[in-house]
């Protein structure tokens, strides 16, 4: 083997998606990758690529993103997707990326992700702690028979939600999305109340939205607004799974006001029969009446894992999960 490490350049692109396909995701794409790793509001993604010879085997990225804490902003690093060909496992490479990564990305104050199994152990080893784990929330809308574990979580949660949807709850269209992220673009503020001061968020400035949900190539989302039309003072972006029937809520956006997820619920289970409503953890209790814990996956849940340097001044909060507001919107990036 000649193996080295170099910072990702233009023409790695295409053998970066073909190992991503190989021994990631068939389904990653260009077009995902570029919008992934180029088109984000803090610029391109830092990126180590391994060859051997003029093959790649390797890849480490790690999405810049905005973290604010209360009025102050760091630079996040969001890893992302590691992928070593499968004929090159368990010879160090990851490890060899991770620590070429730590030498050489510049200006990011905090890596954080949501690791599976295989990747956790070699993030562990060059220094990222846990910081998880965080769980589901659930409300489920209905149940399919009262033998099945949907009539529990039922019970607890969706049986007790009121009846009316709120006249102001709504699905918004593409032009009332847009309409939206002008008036945020407005008054760049204007999303600033939410979410508390004291945990550690990835920034919903209206850059970051139009990026993350209107430019995202593989995946459409549904967003819900309450309030009047042109002064809507919450909001919520979700994406349906109809096979499994569930509602996931990426993110919940408020208006000068913290907003909260039971405005929708009647609304949705119009929309969503017997769907079951995922939120995480790490949304403020506040937000999110009405869900709790899957009694079934009690402990089961996602790991956060956290490396930050000494010149970042990150309070050490940031190794407890209640040290962050977290969403759904934050893992997923397909
Ligand atoms: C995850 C992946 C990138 C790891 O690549 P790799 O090159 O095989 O990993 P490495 O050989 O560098 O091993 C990483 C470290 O974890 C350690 N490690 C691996 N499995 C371990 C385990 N079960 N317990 C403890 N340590 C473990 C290794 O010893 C190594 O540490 P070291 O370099 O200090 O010895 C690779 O398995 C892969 O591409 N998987 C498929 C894609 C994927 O799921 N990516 C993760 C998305 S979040």
Redesign the pocket.
Known sequence: MNLSVHLFQPEDLLACVGLLQA??DPAFSSARFTWLHQQAPLGPSAIAVCTDGSRVV?VYSVIRKTLRLGERSFVGGRDV????HPD?????????LLRFGLENFEGIDVYFNF??K??A??FR?QGWRDAGPIEDRVCQLGFRSPLSRDFLIWLGSGAIVSPRPSADARELTADEVEALLTRADLAPDSFAVYPPPARLWVERSSAYLRWRYLKNPQTGYRWFAHGAAGAEESVAICRHDPVKNRLTVLDVLGFGRAPNLALWLPLWRRLFPGAWVGVWSTMPVSSRRGFIANPLRRGQGHPLLVRSFPRGDLPSTIHRPDGWFLTHGDLEVA
Do not use: K, Q
């Open positions: 021994g990631h390797g997707d590691p992928v070593v090159y496992r368990g010879r160090g490479i990851f490890s060899r690791a599976n295989v990747s152990p070699g080893r």
